[in-house]
């Protein structure tokens, strides 16, 4: 059973950056591809971003495109969110996300394993 443990989020300022960890055990990274999805209350979750297996192919939604970066450690088992040029529209709980196969995927009902989630908020 995989299991994913989010961290580093937080308050941060509008225009500031921050650095979105996800841990993951249980199944070796390398098998799985992962997202990050973001949900705020009363509104759908919302793909971010998303990375392959290898790392080599990811894929962002426009909302954050341009201004954020995916990458994965398959030898340390984990996965990162770097955002930068924050926006207060930014602000929502962000969850990491794992699925099996190679097919890049941007909805939550094709991922199988979720973390608790790390609130970040954008505010000055």
């Known amino acids: 059973q995989v299991q994913l443990i989010e961290s580093g989020g937080g308050l941060e300022q509008p225009g500031g950056s921050l650095r979105l960890s996800c841990a993951v055990s249980?199944?070796?990274?390398?098998?799985?591809?992962m997202a990050w999805f973001r949900q705020i209350p009363g509104k759908e979750r919302e793909f971010v971003a998303a990375i392959s297996q290898s790392g080599v192919n990811t894929h962002y939604a426009d909302s954050v495109k341009g201004r954020s970066t995916i990458t994965r450690d398959n030898d340390n088992n984990t996965m990162s969110l770097q955002m930068r040029s924050l926006k207060p529209e930014d602000t929502a709980v962000y969850y990491c996300a794992a699925k099996n196969g190679v097919m890049t995927a941007t909805t939550p009902a094709e991922y199988t394993s979720w973390g608790q989630g790390t609130q970040v908020t954008v505010s000055s």
């Open positions: 249980g199944q070796a990274l390398r098998k799985l591809f």
